[in-house]
């Protein structure tokens, strides 16, 4: 197994509408990964991003900035160092409040029984 350096800060963003710009940082192109995807995601100043309900596992870290996360109908004020994990079928918004917010989005699949 070789080591792989990525340098995230060079990584091509995407537009993504009203969900803040993304950046695949973990995928099998970059580096092989077949059972997980990451990305990093950058929102501006009121936007948000809602993880579409899944059969996954979802992981959300929040890495820089402070926002409000809506779960299950109750908003919880966040900052740095901050998370979410989201099993399978759930979701949940994060919104950046103020200034933006960068986010680590970690996909992994149900393991099979």
Request: charged letters at 20%; a positive charge; proline letters at 4%.
């Amino acid at each position: 197994m070789t080591l792989t350096f990525i340098d995230t800060n060079t990584l091509p963003r995407k537009k993504s509408t009203g969900q803040g710009e993304v950046a695949e940082v973990l995928t099998e192109a970059l580096c092989g990964a077949r059972n997980v995807q990451g990305s990093l995601r950058f929102l501006k100043s009121a936007e948000s991003f809602a993880p579409a309900a899944s059969d996954n596992h979802q992981l959300i870290y929040l890495m820089d900035g402070k926002g409000t996360i809506r779960l299950n109908g109750t908003d919880y004020a966040v900052e740095k160092g901050a998370g979410i994990y989201l099993g399978p079928s759930e979701t949940a918004s994060i919104r950046a409040n103020g200034a933006s917010l960068k986010l680590f989005h970690l996909v992994v699949p149900r393991i099979p029984k």
